[in-house]
């Protein structure tokens, strides 16, 4: 393969010969899942400062995060809402793959559910509940006001359904687009030999 370490990887420990890419369908379907639901959740909780360092890939396929010390909006770096890079796209087998549209299609499915009033409702209600938790996002560098109007704002509940849709297609363009992941990336692993 050139250039796709995540192919590679899971090549490495699910090998399947007539699977997908030559790995096994479960574990790719795994990183697809995992991939639009840490999408969709990061973005919405504004879980920031996200770099190869504080995400990881499991053999069975699961992407999954750590360290979230930026929560609810207080991000250094907020010109990067969504962390999906073309490594992560390349992993499900570029642009035009069945994986990627299922990408996609996932990531809208999750975005539409978390928008509809009932569940906005239901997060917002368990974000306020997180008040005098000790988190700082939540007490010194804003307020819960402040955290819940990000969140609201980045459900973008002014759209029609349609217009989420194409929102967040957009979004995820727009952040795969960025060459600004290679200088987060590039800037955190020079900090990490200081």
């Not at 035009?96 to 997060?123: I, M």
């Amino acid at each position: 393969s050139n250039n796709n370490p995540i192919q590679d990887f899971l090549r490495s420990v699910a090998y399947d010969p007539d699977g997908p890419y030559k790995i096994k369908k479960g574990v790719m379907d795994a990183f697809v899942k995992s991939c639009a639901g840490y999408s969709v959740c990061t973005y919405i909780l504004g879980i920031g400062d996200r770099h190869q360092d504080n995400i990881l890939l499991h053999q069975t396929g699961h992407f999954f995060h750590c360290d979230y010390s930026f929560i609810l909006g207080n991000d250094p770096k907020k010109y990067l809402p969504i962390r999906i890079t073309q490594d992560m796209i390349n992993g499900m087998g570029g642009w035009k793959s069945d994986n990627y549209c299922q990408f996609l299609s996932l990531t809208c499915a999750a975005f539409l559910t978390l928008r509809r009033p009932e569940n906005v409702r239901h997060l917002l209600s368990l974000i306020r509940l997180l008040e005098n938790c000790g988190l700082p996002d939540l007490e010194k560098t804003q307020s819960m006001d402040s955290a819940i109007r990000g969140v609201r704002d980045r459900l973008q509940l002014h759209l029609s359904d349609e217009e989420a849709i194409l929102f967040m297609e957009n979004l995820i363009k727009d952040s795969c687009a960025s060459k600004m992941w290679i200088a987060v990336d590039a800037i955190h692993s020079l900090a990490q030999r200081f």
